[in-house]
Structures are given as structure tokens and as C-alpha cells.
């Protein structure tokens, strides 16, 4: 019993040995990040196998003879081949460290034993890869080298001439052998430590995409160029990068870090490399210094920006050290790639939307403008003969509202120069109505802007549809009230009041083509505000008035 211990104690020395090796090489990038993939390419499962081979026929050079028999590892790296990396690369190592085995020792009593039993390892260890769960994989290769080893036993007595000599045989190596194979765990948990590590590095790589994307996301709001530096000058520091570029389909649109002196913003994309991943939409990773022309740059990772699955441009990575380009941060570009793709689209949706907003708000300005000059002309021309110069202060009156419209942008403005406009109106309805129309400014809040054109249709509908239809004076009162948490701006009248019909025709999109005025300042107002105007019906007149927040 002691020898067999003393066998077993040097079996471990030996898996002990693989051990470290193993830990070393996963201490290496280049091999961790082998060993972090669930996929790999032929070339790395080549490499791959010829490791654990070598270390399979190491074994049995390295074993400790035992009456024409040796005690080693081979087992043990054979499963362990087929558990981690599948049934390729168990079956060659096993293949071909079974058929070592039997060349080294042809006509031995345990060569061909061994020969089968090292050929069944790589076949089940990698089947047990492809059907049994990760977590339990360890367990099942413990049960497989321990099953093998003894395949290997039967097969010794079953295949020796001499009964009693199979028996020496086995009852010597029996225990170290299958005991030994509890070092089969040992190696798929260390390995599956590296692939642990992998959803960890995952894990930060996307906690860095969603930074990057929370960072850069109020840039994205207005595209150009300097926002576009930007978000590479972001990225950049974010990836810890020698330098960041992005382009769109022909163009270098930024670029930002070593050797941006160089480089000329808006110059062709000359790489072909980048050419050749905007043509396919793949994330592509260049290991050579000449896809760049600044000096110094050996590594470029490129990622197509897709707008609506149609590559519209490249994100660019640039590094002055070669080979630095991981599998994880490769990963983490695709999420990178896919987040900006996204941003892209939402920042192009709504530029639109802001164009469209834009558009709309100056066709209901300019359906409102020849609706008050048809009015103001008809009451300058009445008056040319009667009240010359009555109509020489209306004409002022007129130009001074022309030039504000003329004036007017897409920005809100000061709520004392819409008035101004309203006067305006007002004089010239005055002179139309005479005392029938009075008008009150009660302007609390006078440090407030807001939409041009907003209050004059209202005025103007509270005059027409509201104390003209009365046979009595009327007035309307303009307010801009203070409420704390916002400002309310509203018009109202003595009238008879509006029609129900009509409130529920604004608010339903229903309105006549004739009757504009109202709705077409609801519908500014919703455009601006997202919310349209409140319109109430008193007792007797109208009233109506719209919010304005105090964030606006």
C-alpha cells in the first residue's frame, strides 16, 4: 500500500506540474484569451490541441514503470482536452496519445489496453462537453477518467496470457491510477476560473459601453462636427485609446489623439480596410502600422455605424501598441458599435422631427399673417378719405406688426414685444369698432417669453366670435399671471361665450378650414409645450389661457 501511495504522490507531482503550466499560460493574454472563448477558430484549436497532446505523450514518457506497465497522467490531460475544449480536440489527443502509448511499447502486456482506453477518454470527455452543463462538467470528468482507468484495469486481465501476471499488474497501479484522476477537476475548474473571469471582464465592458453612451448621449442631440470630436475625444479617454476617428461612408468626419495634427477633417477614407468593413458591416481588428497613415499606429479596430441596417459610417479605434486588442475589448466594440448606431438614429429621427416641428410651425403662421392683413388693409382703406390722418397712424400701426412678423425666428421671445403687436392689432380694430372693443393688459410676469404670433389670434378671436357678437361694449383682458411653479398667459372676454361645439371641434381635430385662428394657436401651442390651450366657457364670455412651466 505504501508504494501505491508513493505512486500517487508522484502521479500528483505530475498533474501538479500541468497545473502550473496551465496557469502560467493563462497568465499569457494571448493564450488567456483562447481560453475565455466559447468559439474558436481552426488555428487556435490546432494550438490548443497540440498543448494538451504534447503534455498526453509528455505523461507517458514521464511515468513510473510498474512491471511493464507505467503509472502517468494521460487519462488525466486526455479528459481533461475533451471536457474543456469539445469532442475535436478530445479525440485527436486521445487518438494520438493512445497510439504513442502502444507505439513506445508494441507487444507490451498493457500497450493496447492503454491504446483503447486513451481513444474511449477523448471520445466521451468530449461528449460530456457538448451534453452536460458547465457547473457539473469537473464532476462528470472525475466519473469519466475514474471509468477509463478502470476500462483500462479489465482490459489488462482480460487481455494478459498469464492471469496471475494481469493481477500483479492491477493490483499494483490500480489505486494511484484512478485515484488520480481527481486532478481531472482541478484543471477544468482552474480553466473555468479563466472562463469565469471572461463574463467578469464582460461585465465591465459593458458597464464602460453604457458610460460611454450616457456621457456622449447630449452630444448626439445636435450632429456636427465639433460634437462629434467630442464624443471621440470621449471614447478615447473612456478605452484608454491612442486616438479616435469617425467617418461616414466617404469622409473622415472627426479625429482625435496621436497625430491629429496630420490629419485632414474631411479628407477620403483612404484605408482600405475601412473600405472593405463599411462594404461588409463587420467589426474588423488590422494589426498592421501601413493601414494608417500617421506613423506609429499599429493597431486600428474599426466599427460600422448601421442606420437602419445600412452602414452609414465607421467608428475607429487607434493604438500605438500592436496585439492590444482583446477579445473583451473586441466584444465590448460591438455593444460600442451597436449603442452609437442606435444614438445616431434617435439624434437623425429627431432632427427631423424639430425640421418637421419647424416647417409646420411657419405654415400656421403664415395662414394666420394674410387672415389679420385682409382685415387691416379693408379698415386703412375705409378710412383713407374719411379720417386721412387716422389712416396714416393705422398704416404705422400695420407696419410696425409687419416688421415684427418679418423679424420673427424659431425662438420664443419677450413677452413685451408680442404685446407690442397686440397693441398694434388692437389700435387698428379700435378704429374699426370703436368703443364696442376695449382691451386690458394685466402683465404681471413680465420677465417671460414666449411663442411670436401666439397672443394676437387669440385677441382677435376674443374680439370677433366673442364681445362683437354682443350688442353692448366689451372687453377683453390680456394677463399674464405668476402662479409660482409657472406662468399662465390668458385672454379673455365678456361675450356670449364660445360654443361647446367649437371647443370640442379643437380639441378633436375637427376644425372648419375657415375658422384657423384658434386651432392653429392650440396646435402651436401643443407643438411647443406639449400640451394645447384650455379653453373655458364663463358666464357670460370665454376664456383661454395655456402654461408655461417654470423649466421653460
Keep these: 500500500m505504501t508504494s501505491s501511495l508513493e505512486m500517487l504522490f508522484r502521479m500528483c507531482e505530475r498533474a ?10 493563462t497568465r499569457i493574454p494571448r493564450f488567456k484569451e483562447i481560453f475565455q472563448r466559447e468559439n474558436h477558430s481552426a488555428f487556435e484549436m490546432t494550438v490548443i490541441t497540440t498543448i494538451f497532446t ?6 507517458s514518457y514521464s511515468g513510473i514503470p510498474v512491471d511493464g506497465s507505467l503509472v502517468n497522467i494521460r487519462i488525466v490531460t486526455v479528459v481533461s482536452s475533451g471536457i474543456l475544449f469539445g469532442p475535436v480536440v478530445g479525440t485527436i489527443t486521445g487518438f494520438i ?16 489496453p492503454c491504446f483503447i482506453s486513451s481513444a474511449i477518454a477523448g471520445i466521451v ?3 460530456i462537453h457538448m451534453r452536460v452543463k458547465k457547473s457539473r462538467r469537473w464532476i462528470y470528468g472525475i466519473i469519466t477518467g475514474m471509468g477509463c482507468e478502470a476500462l483500462t484495469m479489465i482490459l489488462i486481465l482480460l487481455m494478459t496470457q498469464s492471469f496471475s501476471v494481469g493481477w500483479t ?12 484522476d481527481l486532478n481531472i477537476g482541478l484543471i477544468v475548474l482552474l480553466i473555468q476560473s479563466v472562463e469565469g473571469e471572461r463574463e467578469r471582464i464582460a461585465s465591465r465592458q459593458a458597464k464602460l459601453s453604457l458610460d460611454i453612451a450616457n456621457q456622449t448621449l447630449p452630444y448626439f442631440r445636435n450632429i456636427n462636427s465639433e460634437s462629434l470630436k467630442k464624443i471621440c475625444t470621449i471614447i478615447k479617454d473612456k478605452i484608454h485609446a491612442d486616438a479616435t476617428a469617425m467617418t461616414d461612408t466617404k469622409d473622415v468626419l472627426a479625429y482625435v489623439g496621436f497625430g491629429e495634427e496630420r490629419y485632414h477633417i474631411g479628407g477620403g477614407v483612404v484605408s482600405d480596410i475601412t473600405k472593405q468593413a463599411i462594404r461588409t458591416g463587420e467589426i474588423t481588428v488590422a494589426h498592421y502600422e501601413k493601414e494608417h497613415h500617421i506613423p506609429g499606429i499599429k493597431d486600428v479596430l474599426i466599427m460600422p455605424l448601421k442606420e437602419n441596417n445600412i452602414v452609414t459610417g465607421t467608428l475607429k479605434i487607434y493604438f500605438k501598441k500592436a496585439y492590444v486588442m482583446t477579445h473583451a475589448m473586441q466584444t ?6 451597436q449603442i452609437i448606431s442606435t444614438l445616431m438614429e434617435v439624434s437623425r429621427v429627431q432632427q427631423m422631427k424639430e425640421a418637421a416641428d419647424k416647417a409646420e410651425l411657419k405654415a400656421l403662421q403664415t395662414k394666420i399673417n394674410p387672415h389679420f392683413l385682409f382685415n387691416a388693409l379693408n379698415t386703412i382703406a375705409s378710412l383713407t378719405r374719411t ?3 387716422k389712416a396714416r397712424e393705422l398704416i404705422i400701426n400695420l407696419s410696425g406688426y409687419m416688421r415684427y412678423n418679418l423679424e420673427l425666428t424659431d425662438e420664443r421671445i419677450d413677452i413685451n414685444k408680442e404685446i407690442k403687436q397686440v397693441k398694434d392689432y388692437v389700435a387698428i380694430e379700435q378704429a374699426r369698432f370703436g368703443d364696442r372693443v376695449n382691451v386690458r393688459y394685466d402683465i404681471e410676469a413680465r420677465d417671460v417669453r414666449i411663442p411670436s404670433l401666439i397672443l394676437q389670434p387669440l385677441v382677435e378671436n376674443a374680439i370677433k366670435h366673442g364681445i362683437l357678437k354682443s350688442k353692448t361694449p366689451g372687453q377683453v383682458t390680456i394677463s399674464a399671471r405668476d402662479l409660482d411653479d409657472k406662468i399662465r398667459i390668458s385672454v379673455t372676454d ?8 367649437i371647443i370640442d371641434d379643437v380639441y378633436k381635430d375637427n376644425m372648419s378650414v375657415k375658422k384657423i385662428g384658434l386651432y392653429n394657436v392650440h396646435q402651436r401651442v401643443k407643438l411647443i409645450y406639449g400640451k394645447g390651450l384650455v379653453i373655458r366657457r364663463l358666464s357670460p364670455g370665454t376664456e383661454v389661457y395655456f402654461d408655461i412651466e417654470r423649466a421653460e
Excluded: C, E, Q, W
Design 54 to 59: 504534447l503534455f498526453a505523450v509528455f505523461s
Design 97 to 112: 496519445a493512445g497510439l504513442h502509448r502502444y507505439l513506445i511499447d508494441i507487444g507490451g502486456v498493457t500497450s493496447v
Design 332 to 337: 465590448m466594440a460591438i455593444g460600442l458599435s
Design 125 to 127: 470527455s468530449g461528449l
Design 494 to 501: 365678456t361675450g356670449p361665450g364660445i360654443d361647446r361645439k
Design 16 to 25: 501538479a506540474l500541468l497545473l502550473t503550466i496551465l496557469f502560467l499560460l
Design 387 to 389: 379720417n386721412p390722418a
Design 169 to 180: 499488474i492491477v493490483s499494483k497501479i490500480a489505486f494511484p491510477m484512478i485515484a488520480g
